[in-house]
């Protein structure tokens, strides 16, 4: 292949038009990343000003950020593993809603039809513990005797995983007596080993119903039920003692004789000779106007050796069924009298044209027992400090038949023959 040359002087054609005119002033643009992408380089820049003007060397500066960065991480991480378990429990209840029991047989029915009773409808059952009791009539006597022996695996009702379990006591229809054991803290395997006795006539049995409840003991609020036992007194055999373990069942929510529940505090001053009634509140009390309401005051009366003695009484609430008092009334009574004493608090509805209603009772004292008696206890036991605690209100026949008060006691000086002239 021929070697072309030309001279310097006189360019090929091809080149004429670039070698007539020479570049004189050649500059060379260095190669960045701002030739590539404009905003990259702004962002940089930024973030480099951005770092110079914090008064801190640059890689503590660095170091910063990152550790904020693994911790945001590791928050993110933790927010999503909790999404993930609280979304598997909402299946795991889903799936297990429905409960059927293991199914002997391969007969189609057993299979597409199950009991009735294996069915659960949608709602867990809530177990709530059992109960040992014992049931024992004498026929002489017409007495039957209730005995509430331990409890087991309660349901917890307290935030620390326990309960201050008691038993409630009494017979329907009648319930014109009411006992209850006494309270045992922090735990859910109580002994009572208590017997109550009822006074019932052998041929009332048969429609009779005993109720054994379970509460929850709460001093400043409401005690809460945590279930109940409901034995139909017909199909007993009385010739020997019964004596046997029962779970407990959902308390019955439209049972009457629901009166309502009482707040109030009590203190006892011994040097002074002082006894200090405070009604502070009652809740849920049992309507009796026509209008589904009352006009609710509370009596406080004491009864000294089973004899009414003094009483006072507070101001009316119209229309209401959860009235508020606060109202305080102070007794004289000493030392030796207090031992002797029955506190009696009634609730009553107060009607312009009629007699007032009692709406219920309670009473406290050395005569009481479960939680009247601990209330008056407490009291006897911190002399000088209000002990307040809430009571569900009795009928006025059951306190009425326990107390069975006599006429007013005469105040010494208005005893006869008293050596007054």
């Known amino acids: 292949m021929p070697t072309l040359y030309y001279n310097s002087t006189h360019p090929p054609p091809f080149l004429a038009s670039t070698w007539a005119s020479p570049v004189t002033n050649f500059t060379t643009v260095p190669y960045t990343n701002a030739t590539v992408n404009p905003i990259l380089a702004q962002i940089e820049s930024g973030l480099n000003g951005f770092l110079d003007r914090i008064p801190m060397p640059r890689w503590f500066t660095v170091l910063l950020f990152a550790v904020a960065g693994v911790v945001v991480i590791v928050i993110i991480i933790c927010i999503c593993v909790k999404c993930c378990r609280r979304v598997k429990k909402k299946q795991k209840k889903t799936s297990e809603k429905i409960n059927l029991k293991a199914v002997n047989g391969s007969s189609t029915t057993a299979l597409v039809q199950p009991d009735v009773a294996d069915l659960d409808y949608g709602s867990a059952k809530t177990y709530r513990g059992k109960l040992l009791y014992s049931l024992e009539y004498n026929a002489a006597q017409s007495e039957l005797t209730v005995g509430v022996k331990q409890g087991d695996s309660l349901k917890a009702m307290d935030l620390g995983g326990s309960s201050d379990p008691y038993v409630r006591v009494y017979i329907c229809p009648d319930r014109s007596k009411t006992c209850e054991t006494k309270v045992f803290k922090s735990t859910l395997k109580p002994v009572f080993n208590e017997q109550f006795t009822f006074q019932m006539t052998k041929a009332s049995l048969p429609e009779s119903t005993v109720v054994m409840q379970v ?207």
């Open 215 to 421: 509460f929850d003991f709460n001093r400043f609020s409401k005690h809460s039920i945590i279930g109940e036992i409901r034995l139909q007194l017909e199909n007993f055999d009385w010739n020997h003692v019964l004596e046997e373990w029962q779970d407990l069942t959902e308390p019955s929510k439209s049972e009457e004789g629901d009166l309502g529940d009482i707040c109030f505090s009590l203190r006892y001053v011994p040097t002074a000779d002082k006894l200090t009634v405070v009604i502070l509140e009652a809740k849920n009390l049992k309507p009796m106007d026509i209008g589904g309401s009352s006009d609710p005051y509370v009596k406080v009366q004491l009864s000294l050796d089973k004899k009414k003695w003094k009483k006072r009484k507070t101001t009316i609430k119209k229309k209401t069924l959860a009235p508020y008092y606060n109202e305080s009334f102070t007794f004289t009574v000493t030392f030796e009298q207090i031992k002797r004493v029955n506190l009696v608090i009634s609730v009553w509805d107060y009607d312009t044209m009629t007699r007032d209603d009692a709406i219920g009772k309670i009473y406290l004292g050395c005569d009481a027992s479960g939680n009247q008696l601990r209330h008056w206890a407490d009291m006897l036991s911190n002399p000088r400090r209000p002990v307040a605690q809430w009571h569900s209100l009795l009928s006025a026949q059951q306190v009425n038949s326990t107390l069975n008060l006599k006429r007013k006691t005469p105040l010494p000086d208005k005893l006869p023959f008293n050596g007054r002239r």
